[in-house]
């Protein structure tokens, strides 16, 4: 099955059972994932690394037999260290960092479960971004529509999925980076809670305990199992995640029971919501009503206004620090040598004092404290995915001169995402919709701290309802 025409119909999970039962190879799986590269990547400008010979190596090695042997991946160029690979973190001044000497915690987990892994997909400068249009390798485009961003940071992940390159790819999260660019490109996009993968060895926590790893998928099950194979506490782990009840592909499928579905379209920053979104939203909600659920429209009394300024308290602070870890040049970086956005925050944050940061961290902790007194009543929360379909490139610019106005655009694009990385609560974006103009819309489930089950279970279960895997973007065919 040298041509292996039909790739694009499987999810992670079918390419790894079509391996298993001997109908193709995992060499033919890389090469047909490698071919799609070679005829989207220039309308994309998705990967900016190729390991080629690394997964070949892999293969002819013999893979694991984990749940995803053989199975293409693509590792963000940002909070993966893989041995003997550099990263870049979307940064001219990080693009002569030396290769890695180790590999992650993550990075062991995901080869322990079979996959290859062959490229890095581009990302924002350092992350700091909700698009994906760094100097160093310039913009990534949404295969829906080349004009608009795949969203960030994990916007070069989302592309290679979204263009079907390969069925889902690593990427991290800190104020929306896996959920943003899955609404951008129409993808599954789960945040886990916080603590549920390891950032091990390499760091405790990332931006105040608000970023964690996982991946953007085709499918609700993919991300199940994904999640099964990379869960778990590291070495040294300043604190974990719940244990869940058991693994969280058995979740795909259970019985639901009736839950108790809130759900708000009031952006916590007043931010105004699109009206393709609010459609798409109250669509979700009558749907769910209709799957037998208890519904209703019901805000989260949370103080809101609290949640940007309490994130870029915590972001502004971890950039200085992060600007100081190259690990060669012994200083940080001098003015022009980083994107405009990048200095200015870091600016904001030389200005934070300790007590400032402190009382971020204990902000964060009443806002979590708020959501669980919510979900002590409902199980699920609903909001829009962003506030409007995926902008136009060069809106959310990193060379701007105001940096407010930056972080203000930012969250007016993505009003309801940050709220769960400060809470550490598991938040999902569903791709359930499209709008006017043919670009995907989304939806986000959220459930209270640990109980990532709980979004599977109905994730799997809208999905079934309202099914998307057969919708894919027109691009080059390979």
């Not at 790894?16 to 090469?31: F, G, I, M, P």
């Not at 090695?61 to 199975?71: E, I, Y």
């Not at 999640?227 to 244990?243: C, E, I």
């Amino acid at each position: 099955m040298s041509d292996f025409t039909e790739y694009e119909s499987f999810d992670a999970l079918g390419l790894a059972d079509l391996v298993r039962r001997k109908e193709v190879t995992a060499e033919e799986l890389l090469e047909a994932a490698i071919r799609r590269i070679d005829a989207r990547n220039p309308t994309i400008n998705a990967v900016t690394m190729t390991l080629y010979d690394r997964g070949r190596q892999a293969i002819a090695d013999g893979l694991p037999d984990g749940p995803f042997r053989g199975v293409p991946y693509l590792m963000k160029d940002l909070t993966a260290s893989i041995a003997g690979v550099r990263m870049t973190r979307g940064s001219q001044f990080f693009a002569d960092t030396p290769p890695a000497t180790i590999d992650s915690e993550h990075v062991k987990r995901l080869e322990r479960a079979g996959l290859v892994i062959f490229g890095r997909t581009n990302t924002c400068e350092l992350g700091l971004s909700l698009t994906c249009e760094p100097r160093l390798h310039g913009p990534t485009r949404n295969p829906w529509n080349p004009e608009h961003i795949s969203g960030g940071s994990s916007g070069g992940a989302a592309a290679a999925v979204g263009a079907r390159i390969l069925p889902m790819a690593h990427a991290s999260d800190g104020f929306g980076s896996i959920r943003a660019p899955a609404a951008c490109c129409g993808l599954v996009g789960l945040k886990p809670t916080r603590a549920r993968n390891t950032s091990a060895p390499v760091s405790g926590e990332g931006l105040g305990g608000c970023s964690v790893e996982h991946a953007v998928t085709l499918t609700v099950r993919d991300t199940a199992a994904l999640l099964d194979a990379t869960r778990g506490a590291g070495p040294g782990d300043p604190y974990v995640a719940p244990v869940p009840a058991g693994p969280f592909l058995d979740e795909v499928g259970a019985d639901t029971g009736r839950l108790r579905v809130a759900w708000t379209s009031k952006a916590p920053n007043g931010a105004p919501i699109d009206p393709q979104c609010l459609r798409l939203l109250e669509q979700t909600a009558e749907l769910c009503a209709d799957l037998g659920h208890q519904v209703e429209e019901c805000d989260p009394e949370v103080d809101g206004a609290d949640i940007v300024p309490t994130f870029i308290t915590l972001a502004a602070a971890n950039t200085v620090v992060n600007l100081s870890t190259h690990p060669t040049a012994g200083r940080p970086p001098r003015e022009d040598e980083v994107e405009r956005i990048t200095w200015l925050t870091a600016k904001l944050g030389e200005r934070i004092s300790a007590a400032d940061y402190v009382r971020a961290t204990q902000t964060a902790h009443r806002l979590g404290r708020q959501m669980a007194a919510f979900h002590a009543r409902w199980d699920v929360l609903l909001t829009p995915g962003l506030a409007s379909p995926a902008v136009k490139l060069g809106w959310l610019d990193m060379m701007m001169d105001d940096v407010d106005e930056y972080w203000q655009r930012v969250f007016r694009f993505s009003p309801f995402t940050v709220w769960f990385n400060l809470t550490g609560q598991p938040a999902m974006m569903l791709p359930l919709g499209q709008s006017e103009n043919g670009l995907p819309l989304a939806v986000q489930l959220v459930a209270r701290y640990g109980d990532e089950a709980t979004l599977l279970r109905l994730g799997a279960q809208l999905e079934t309802a309202r099914p998307w895997l057969g919708r894919k973007p027109s691009l080059p065919n390979p």
